[in-house]
Structure formats: C-alpha cells, structure tokens
C-alpha cells in the first residue's frame, strides 16, 4: 500500500483543530503548528500572540444552535448567545476530548510555506526548521490583522482599531469623552452599544459610508439565525419570504434614527445587535 499524505496545518483555532479531528479520524498523519502557548485563536482573549480581536463584553452573534460542532453538543445550560469565554472553554472541552492537544506543536509560528519543484510543500518554523509536506492547509483566521483607513489631515486625539479594543478602559479610558465609532458592523454595533451607556462616554457618534439592516438576535421569542427555509423551497423564494419577515418585523431602518439601507435585507452581511 501506498503511504498516506502528510499533511501540515497552520492555526489551532477552531478551523485548525476540528481540521486535526477529521485528519486524525481518517488515520492521516499531520502535524499542526499554533503560534501561541495554547489553542482558540481569536476566541483566547487576550491571547499572547497579539492576534485576537476578542473584547471582554464580546458574545457571539450565532446561537449555540448554529455555533456547534456535530460530533461535539453544547452544554445544554448555555445561554442562546454565548460569552466568549464559555466559547473558549467548550473549545479547549473539545481539543481534550478527542485527544488533540498532544498533536499540537505550540508556540511554533509558520514563517514561510513554499511549493517546491516536487508539487509538496517547504514549510519553514518560528524555530528556523524546514518540514517537507504532501498538502498544507491554512487555518490562521482572518480577523488578526486590522485594517485601518487613511484618513487626512491632523487628529490629536486617540485613534485605534477595534481589534484593540478590550474594555471602556482599555486601551482607553473613555468616561465622558466624545467618541466616534466607524463603521456599522457587528463589532461597531457592540461597541457603540457598551460606550454609549450613560456612566460610560460623554457623547457617541456612529459614522458609516451607508445604512445597514441591524437584525435582532431574537426574533418572534426565538434565536432568529434558528429560522430556516424547509429543503423543498426554492431559495429565491425563501430569500423574499424571509426579507418580507424582517421588514415586518423591524420596521425602517429609518425609524431607529439609522440610515436607509441601499440594498435588500440579507443581500449583504446583517449586522447583529439589539
């Protein structure tokens, strides 16, 4: 027989270690490397990597329901929108159930992967180590790296991104300060929703280039992302059904102070808040 492929996995957050479980299931030989001293990525607040854009108020905007993993169940006492850091802990539950954590290489960052003449992968360690690889999958996330406008002229106050935002108090001390929060995503929403409480900042201004659906977590008692169209619908169908549910439901934009929307409900990515 043939030998198997060994195969090299960057990242131990969820994408990383559930890609171990299902390498590990099928008897594939893997190695998988985490920059970090231990697992969850974005979802390891305030990981020592840098990298994690997790705050201390942060709850997910996907219900347990849709959040778990199929061959793992939530605990049955969750809230339907669990903190952070019961995500981390059913994370680390997981990694530890199936018997993951010993074939994790920590504190070991990839610095360069390269295809060589051969088809396979060079993959080059933190360590200063070249492994060679069958196939290579990248599982390093996408929220670690910030991007921040360039805007011009001169401010003298405090800018920063919202990756860094932890606290009403880190890395900034906002009580009684004017605030401006760009953008209208998901961490825009939270945040403006936590600084602009009353003890909290002075005054709070959102600025967005253009309206959003701002979608509740609940809809009609229950988690809305609960909601699904039955396998025998058409999908443009079931995409009309369900933006006629949410403008029934929600009203105009328009009628929370918000600007109008320039496109239909779930044509692009909801913002979800309450």
């Not at 018997?99 to 992967?113: E, P, S």
């Not at 991007?147 to 991104?161: L, M, N, S």
Request: neutral net charge; contains cysteine.
């Amino acid at each position: 027989m043939a030998p198997l492929p060994k195969a090299c996995i960057i990242g131990a957050g969820c994408s990383g270690f559930t890609t171990a479980k299902k390498l590990k299931d099928l008897g594939v030989p893997y190695d998988c490397f985490e920059m970090s001293d231990n697992i969850g990525g974005n979802w390891y607040y305030n990981n020592p990597n840098g990298h994690s854009a997790c705050y201390q108020s942060l709850h997910i905007d996907t219900s347990k329901w849709r959040l778990a993993f199929e061959d793992y169940p939530v605990p049955a006492g969750w809230p339907d929108f669990p903190h952070h850091s019961q995500l981390l802990q059913y994370f680390h539950n997981y990694v530890d159930h199936f018997g993951l954590r010993q074939t994790i290489t920590f504190n070991t960052a990839v610095t360069k992967a390269e295809r060589n003449a051969e088809g396979l992968w060079d993959v080059t360690l933190s360590n200063g180590e070249t492994r060679r690889y069958d196939v290579l999958f990248v599982c390093n996330g996408h929220h670690w790296s910030p991007r921040t406008p360039e805007y011009p002229g001169h401010f003298d106050g405090v800018a920063f991104h919202s990756h860094a935002y932890r606290t009403p108090f880190d890395p900034v001390d906002v009580r009684g300060k004017t605030v401006v929060v760009v953008g209208m995503g998901n961490s825009a929403m939270d945040i403006a929703s936590e600084l602009s409480q009353r003890p909290l900042a002075g005054k709070l201004i959102v600025s967005a280039r253009r309206g959003v659906w701002v979608l509740p977590k609940y809809m009609n008692g229950r988690p809305a992302d609960k909601a699904a169209m039955p396998p025998w619908m058409p999908r443009k169908l079931g995409l009309a059904l369900a933006r006629q549910t949410i403008k029934k439901t929600l009203g105009a934009m328009e009628d929370y102070g918000l600007p109008k929307p320039d496109h239909e409900p779930l044509e692009a990515h909801p913002s979800v808040s309450g």
